[in-house]
């Protein structure tokens, strides 16, 4: 079975500090990578996918991940946080053509004004 | 538009007892997901529908748990003979396509609660 992990479960940043955070999975194969965000009190919403092509991918509100293949990994990138992106960040992946997703634990970020 | 709508958003029940979630997905998305959200862990698969079939029903926890969906739309996650380490929150999801990397709208959840 697949598994993901992220490695940072609570993340305290202050504004304008850089983000990174990790995730890895385990599948030999092909995968659709995504990154999703849940806001307080709000619905998890995608912030960004990979299935093919560049392995930069850019998302929304200025995140970005970079799937690097021998690694196994997803990370997930912000050069500079805001406190708006105080959230919980969920790494996902689903094998090429099957349908069942696989997520991780989570990462709270949480932003210092 | 509308997205995934369940229903009801905070469900407090006593063990032993029945309950019925409800989720409405995006008109016209295919796929519909079921998982599991309990406090400081991932999201756990239930089940996963393709139009009315569940071809993979594989993360179910036990026979208490069932679902079914019906005209490709409103589905139920019904939970019989409820225990405490039903407490969670459950997530529906639903999908425009069959493929993986079409991504998962996700609703509010149904936070349940059981005393």
């Known amino acids: 079975a697949q598994s993901v992990s992220q490695h940072n479960h609570h993340v305290i940043l202050s504004e304008a500090a850089s983000l990174e955070l990790g995730c890895n999975y385990s599948?030999?194969?092909?995968?659709?990578l995504f990154w999703y965000v849940q806001y307080p009190g709000q619905h998890l919403q995608l912030l960004l996918k990979?299935?093919?092509?560049?392995?930069l991918v850019k998302g929304i509100k200025g995140f970005e991940a970079e799937f690097i293949k021998s690694k196994f990994s997803f990370n997930l990138r912000k050069p500079s946080v805001q406190w708006s992106d105080t959230a919980e960040y969920f790494c996902?992946?689903?094998?090429?053509?099957?349908?069942?997703?696989?997520f991780g634990s989570g990462t709270k970020l949480n932003v210092k004004p | 538009g509308a997205g995934v709508s369940q229903s009801p958003s905070n469900k407090v029940t006593e063990k032993g007892k029945d309950v019925e979630l409800r989720c409405d997905p995006i008109?016209?998305?295919?796929?519909l997901y079921w998982y599991r959200q309990s406090l400081g862990q991932g999201l756990e698969f239930l089940i996963y529908?393709?139009?009315?079939?569940?071809?993979?029903k594989s993360g179910l926890p036990s026979d208490r748990f069932s679902a079914e969906r019906t005209g490709g739309s409103v589905s139920t996650l019904t939970i019989q003979r409820t225990q405490q380490e039903d407490s969670a929150v459950y997530l529906c999801?639903?999908?425009?396509?069959?493929?993986?990397?079409?991504?998962?709208?996700f609703g509010n959840g149904t936070r349940l609660t059981v005393t």
């Open positions: 999801a639903s999908s425009p396509r069959d493929r993986g990397h079409s991504p998962l709208h």
């Open positions: 599948y030999g194969g092909t995968v659709n």
């Open positions: 990979y299935f093919s092509g560049d392995p």
């Open positions: 996902a992946v689903n094998a090429y053509n099957f349908n069942k997703f696989y």
């Open positions: 008109s016209g998305h295919t796929a």
């Open positions: 529908f393709q139009g009315n079939s569940a071809p993979d």
